[in-house]
């Protein structure tokens, strides 16, 4: 009797595109895929349920939730069926533990494994927050460059330090010289900075009026300058 191989994919659309259906380079029964949600994992545990399957494949672990509780759940839930699962980027193999189940060091090699999820789902959350941002055109996390302010939705101009870094900027374009507008700030306000941090307001996106995030997105127009 021929086994049974189904294969489950997920992608979150705020950090990544919808991942190819075919990636798996062999011929599966059936392929489940989510994006953003996880409706078709549910399809997935019910149609295991009814009809049965032997392998499922997974790319990670991590595809099959947002946690370590929601990943673990799943796994016993998918392995209490009779489905072995493999997870083709990651050691992971319910075979082999089953094979091996009183080897210590495939249990330790879980364990450190579930600490990398554990790791990743932490960044992964970190990411998204950032990526939400981005789709509001809100500030990214941290504090707001000299000559800002954060407010609620917006960098807004600092009163006592803008004049500071416009002077700055007007000094540099004036008469070209990057140390010449340091030494400026020093003797005129008595704000000591260095040419690299000069150099580094020449070229922010913010003194602009515009917002730079860490994947290279510039949103133009989002603030004050």
């Not at 839930?77 to 980027?89: D, H, L, S």
């Amino acid at each position: 009797m021929a086994l049974k191989i189904i294969a489950y994919l997920y992608s979150d659309p705020l950090l990544e595109p919808p991942a190819d259906s075919k990636v798996w380079g062999l011929e599966v029964d059936a392929v489940y895929q989510d994006l953003g949600g996880r409706q078709q994992l549910q399809q997935l545990l019910a149609d295991c349920q009814n009809q049965g399957a032997d392998y499922l494949l997974i790319r990670r672990l991590e595809e099959l939730g947002n946690s370590i509780e929601e990943i673990s759940d799943r796994l016993t839930q998918i392995e209490a069926m009779g489905v072995a699962i493999i997870a083709t980027e990651q050691s992971y193999s319910s075979a082999q533990l089953q094979d091996a189940a009183t080897s210590t060091k495939v249990r330790t090699d879980l364990l450190k494994l579930l600490q990398e999820i554990n790791k990743e789902a932490n960044s992964r959350r970190l990411r998204q927050g950032h990526a939400r941002n981005r789709l509001k055109a809100l500030p990214p996390p941290g504090k707001a460059p000299y000559g800002y302010r954060r407010g609620k939705d917006r960098y807004l101009l600092d009163r006592s330090t803008a004049p500071v870094v416009k002077d700055f900027f007007e000094r540099f374009l004036i008469y070209g010289s990057l140390r010449g507008a340091v030494r400026y700030l020093e003797q005129k306000y008595g704000k000591k900075i260095s040419v690299s941090t000069g150099r580094r307001w020449l070229t922010n996106p913010v003194y602009r009026g515009n917002l730079a995030y860490h994947n290279g997105e510039v949103l133009s127009d989002t603030h004050s300058r």
